[in-house]
T-cell receptor, first 114, second 111 residues
Framework: ETGVTQSPTHLIKTRGQQVTLRCSSQ?????VSWYQQALGQGPQFIFQ???????GRGNFPPRFSGLQFPNYSSELNVNALELDDSALYLC?????????????FGDGTRLSIL | DAKTTQPTSMDCAEGRAANLPCNHS???????VYWYRQIHSQGPQYIIH???NNETNEMASLIITEDRKSSTLILPHATLRDTAVYYC????????????FGDGTTLTVKP
């Protein structure tokens, strides 16, 4: 069973640039969620995709957007990068968005904004 | 979502049971209790979850009080590799399965 994989593992950008982060869900999982984790804090929910549609969003501005593809992989796009966007971005997949289904996380992409 | 309260840090001796408490006094009837742990520079690892009954798997046991206002994660024989940040969260159905993480408990297992 292949787990959740994310790419790249590390990335450095400058303010105002755009970034795309990628996630391959665990085999058999059709739901992907994205989280932002600042240093020393717990992960914060960004949004979730189920069957290629966004079906829930946290308190993040519209410059955070995403996509899910027919193979259930997903992308997180962030426009107009700000210094505060520096964080670990985590992807989690699950078998449906049901609350009784555990989310399984990848090891994240460490994004640094200069 | 119900808010959870956990101690900031705990120590445990290697080979002893680690008992990690979590308070979720505002939990609703349809909210599940989940436990994850995060080892430095890795993503959170799922441990166990439950609704109202006690649960056990190969990693840990979850004890939920009868009124569901608190729970305890038990690692029966802690090892040095169990040193991590442990997160207790509650998830409610119909909210896109969103998980709301707090700051967790840093468990340090000592030789």
């Amino acid at each position: 069973e292949t787990g959740v994989t994310q790419s790249p593992t590390h990335l450095i950008k400058t303010r105002g640039q755009q970034v795309t982060l990628r996630c391959s869900s665990q085999s058999g999982h059709n739901t992907v969620s994205w989280y932002q984790q600042a240093l020393g804090q717990g992960p914060q929910f960004i949004f979730q995709y189920y069957r290629e549609e966004e079906n829930g969003r946290g308190n993040f501005p519209p410059r955070f957007s995403g996509l899910q593809f027919p193979n259930y992989s997903s992308e997180l796009n962030v426009n107009a990068l700000e210094l505060d966007d520096s964080a670990l971005y985590l992807c989690a997949s699950s078998n449906s968005g049901g609350v009784d289904q555990p989310q399984h996380f990848g090891d994240g992409t460490r994004l640094s904004i200069l | 979502d119900a808010k959870t309260t956990q101690p900031t840090s705990m120590d445990c001796a290697e080979g002893r049971a680690a008992n990690l408490p979590c308070n979720h006094s505002t939990i609703s009837g349809n909210e599940y209790v989940y436990w994850y742990r995060q080892i430095h520079s890795q993503g959170p690892q799922y441990i166990i979850h439950g609704l109202k009954n006690n649960e056990t798997n190969e990693m840990a046991s979850l004890i939920i009080t009868e009124d569901r206002k608190s729970s305890t994660l038990i690692l029966p024989h802690a090892t040095l590799r169990d040193t991590a940040v442990y997160y207790c969260i509650v998830r409610v159905d119909g909210n896109a399965g969103k998980s709301t993480f707090g700051d967790g408990t840093t468990l340090t297992v000592k030789p």
